[in-house]
């Protein structure tokens, strides 16, 4: 089994940053792309930002050249550093991952989320 755990939302006013971070644990033997997706209220599920294991990065239009994914393998985490935020970005924001258990099952993760909140 393994588990996806978010940290580092919170309650920031415009123009601040803030750095969110998920770290996966369990029976893990190799983890592929690892993901942000965010949920503001009312809205559906988007993606945010996804790195592969080969550090390519991909980001939504919304937030290029604000957020930043990254990763670091050797402590199972990914992490996104958002700069120049705006109320729009208030959200949820979820991780998730393909990891490859170490049976050999490839499992799709997702963490329980972390509130973040852009507000005066």
């Known amino acids: 089994q393994v588990q996806l755990v978010e940290s580092g939302g919170g309650l920031v006013q415009p123009g601040g940053s803030l750095r969110l971070s998920c770290t996966a644990s369990?029976?893990?033997?190799?983890?592929?792309?690892m993901k942000w997706y965010r949920q503001a209220p009312g809205k559906q599920r988007e993606l945010v930002a996804a790195?592969?294991?080969?550090?390519?990065?991909t980001y939504a239009n919304s937030v290029k050249d604000r957020f930043t994914i990254s990763r670091d393998d050797t402590k199972r985490t990914v992490f996104l550093q958002m700069n120049n935020l705006n109320p729009e970005d208030t959200a949820v924001y979820y991780c998730?991952?393909?990891?490859?258990?170490?049976?050999?099952?490839?499992?799709?993760?997702w963490g329980q989320g972390t509130q973040v909140t852009v507000s005066t």
């Open positions: 790195i592969t294991r080969g550090r390519s990065a």
């Open positions: 369990g029976s893990i033997f190799s983890i592929y792309t």
């Open positions: 998730n991952a393909d990891i490859v258990a170490m049976t050999g099952e490839v499992l799709n993760s």
